[in-house]
DNA sequence: GTAATAAACGGAGGCACCTCCGCTTTAAGT
DNA sequence: ACTTAAAGCGGAGGTGCCTCCGTTTATTAC
């Protein structure tokens, strides 16, 4: 059934993209992450088409599947938010940082409950995904933790796994409507923790 | 979103339906059964309602979701089977009616291939489904197996879930187009090994 | 037998999926 | 600049899902 196989990413590998195909690809994906977004994973794929500007043939032709596309915006957001470690990194103080990190973490994961089930079918195609993802994930939660660490804002004696560790709880219990703010406080509520007894850098 | 909750079966609980409606809602699934098979686990619930000669309405108030009327069907596939192995115990000697129960189960796994999908959505809610059906099916397999043991047909030292594990290999190896003939052969090579060395019946 | 009423029917209609193919645009060659 | 073939576009159209509600029918009470 799904034959196509899914190009990692679709990089010089192959021939490049007509100028006008690449527009429209980058605009699907845009659009998309912004329709699942206030929609949910399920909205329909022909208001994507509309609201980017093209026909329906030409969002089926650049996906294949609504799996394909979820997935595209699925890596497209995870780069965004790893990405922001740098800069958060760079404009704050290494805990402020790390805790608008996990904030946002928190706001991404909201949106992808459910996203799951959408991706499943791929996952059996594709395994590659989730340890892709979840590899760059830590990673960037990795720098902001050991930034923070050897700057002293926060103690010295948690690693980055440990902070992913209580995050996880986030995963669970899902679903009710209060699940964003009680995951807020988690995040509070750890930075609490990871606040004291800091003052003992690692590196001075 | 699954919110309605399925009933165990709807016997004499709650006030039986009307003449017209038990008479649509056993049309339903038995056409159902046939579409299904004819067509794969993913036919059109509007080509059903129409060989059924009722309205599509008719259907979803019967069956409001797919996996419903899925469940339903195989409910009944999985009762007739289960029924067989008293029939062939009563009709054939007891290695025969055992190979030919056998062989009838492999032509309703061949169905059935591509259910557990469908399905899944129900098992998170309704958990007994699998138990209660293996446990049906075994249950059938136990009886003609200790028929032909006791009888001599078949060899003494083994016990159903022997074959039931020797049957186990079906699952496996999915869905290439000599499935079903491979399948055959591993029931017949299986019955050839029960058979020999039989003669020494458990009770003379 | 008839009337009243609750149950059941059925299909139109609105929305979404996905394919197919004639038309348009790009870009490579001259 | 012009030609041309390949790449891309887009939307009509056929099908399926599911809901809603006006109509029909079985059952119950008399």
Redesign the pocket.
């Given at each position: 059934m799904a034959e196509a196989v899914i190009a990692g990413d679709n990089a010089a590998e192959t021939?490049p993209?007509?100028?006008?195909?690449?527009?429209?690809?980058d605009r699907l994906v845009e659009v998309a992450a912004a329709v699942f977004a206030e929609r949910g994973i399920?909205?329909?794929?022909?208001?994507i088409?509309r609201r980017a500007?093209?026909?329906?043939?030409?969002?089926?032709?650049?996906f294949?599947?609504?799996e394909h596309l979820v997935e595209v915006v699925y890596r497209r957001e995870v780069e965004a938010l790893c990405a922001a470690a740098g800069e958060l990194a760079a404009g704050h103080p290494s805990d402020v940082a790390l805790e608008e990190w996990m904030r946002r973490f928190v706001d991404y994961i909201a949106t992808k409950r459910g996203l799951a089930t959408s991706l499943r079918i791929l996952l059996t195609t594709n395994s590659t995904l989730f340890s892709d993802t979840s590899g760059r994930v830590s990673q960037a939660l990795r720098q902001l933790v050991e930034a923070a660490v050897a700057a002293g804002t926060i103690r010295g004696d948690v690693d980055a796994s440990d902070v992913l560790h209580a995050l996880g709880g986030i995963y669970s219990a899902p679903d009710t409507p209060e699940w964003r703010d009680r995951s807020r406080r988690l995040v509070k509520l750890l930075m609490d923790g990871l606040r004291f007894g800091a003052g003992n850098p690692a590196k001075a």
């Open positions: 021939r993209l007509r100028a006008d195909a690449q527009r429209n690809r399920d909205a329909s794929l022909e208001e088409a500007g093209v026909g329906i043939g030409t969002l089926y032709r650049h294949p599947t609504r």
